[in-house]
T-cell receptor, first 109, second 113 residues
Framework: GQNIDQPTEMTATEGAIVQINCTYQTSGFNGLFWYQQHAGEAPTFLSYNVLDGLEEKGRFSSFLSRSKGYSYLLLKELQMKDSASYLCAVMDSNYQLIWGAGTKLIIKP | TAGITQAPTSQILAAGRSMTLRCTQDMRHNAMYWYRQDLGLGLRLIHYSNTAGTTGKGEVPDGYSVSRANTDDFPLTLASAVPSQTSVYFC????????????FGPGTRLTVL
């Protein structure tokens, strides 16, 4: 079966750095996406990785290792507005997204 | 531009009744999707459409139907609602089939009693 695993909840301090991990087992791989979802709102796109390595975009970076079935999202200089759920999704061989349950990130002052 | 709009924002529905959730996009995207999101679970694909005139079944299609008469609209119909269909429903679209980013509407919160 297809499976995406990520921690249910994480807590971090404002101004700090946090890494949210995602491991996956899917039938085929056509890229990995990270989305941010604030409570009661729609998911919004953060990043896309299809090749191994690190993609940096401002305070957010995403890493992929296809051989290990592993990705992480790194958030630097945390702000209170970063409190949200972070969703990991893998595009399978049919170009359909398989979603993890999301990691709820709580930022404390 | 508005992007993707969904209606209604929320709805309480009696079991056995039918309902259509509306979704409209103004980005001229070819592909559209319907997901449901339940607490503790990832988004699950209900139905999708790669282009106007075609539809396909996702992971959890039972009890739902869709149509894609034109590029912009992708309504989702519940023919006879059951309490297990209580969920938040998100419509999404992408430029085309393949490794394209999906963009989401604001969602419809549906409660079936």
């Amino acid at each position: 079966g297809q499976n995406i695993d990520q921690p249910t909840e994480m807590t971090a301090t404002e101004g700090a750095i946090v890494q949210i991990n995602c491991t996956y087992q899917t039938s085929g791989f056509n890229g990995l996406f990270w989305y941010q979802q604030h409570a009661g709102e729609a998911p919004t796109f953060l990043s896309y990785n299809v090749l191994d390595g690190l993609e940096e975009k401002g305070r957010f970076s995403s890493f992929l290792s296809r051989s290990k079935g592993y990705s992480y999202l790194l958030l630097k200089e945390l702000q209170m507005k970063d409190s949200a759920s972070y969703l990991c999704a893998v595009m399978d061989s049919n170009y359909q997204l398989i979603w993890g349950a999301g990691t709820k990130l709580i930022i404390k002052p | 531009t508005a992007g993707i709009t969904q209606a209604p924002t929320s709805q309480i529905l009696a079991a056995g009744r039918s309902m259509t959730l509306r979704c409209t996009q103004d980005m001229r995207h070819n592909a559209m999707y319907w997901y449901r999101q339940d607490l503790g679970l990832g988004l699950r694909l209900i139905h999708y459409s790669n282009t106007a005139g075609t539809t396909g079944k996702g992971e959890v299609p039972d009890g739902y139907s869709v149509s894609r008469a034109n590029t912009d609209d992708f309504p989702l119909t519940l023919a006879s609602a059951v309490p297990s269909q209580t969920s938040v429903y998100f419509c999404a679209s992408s430029d085309g089939q393949g490794r394209d980013t999906q963009y989401f509407g604001p969602g419809t919160r549906l409660t079936v009693l």
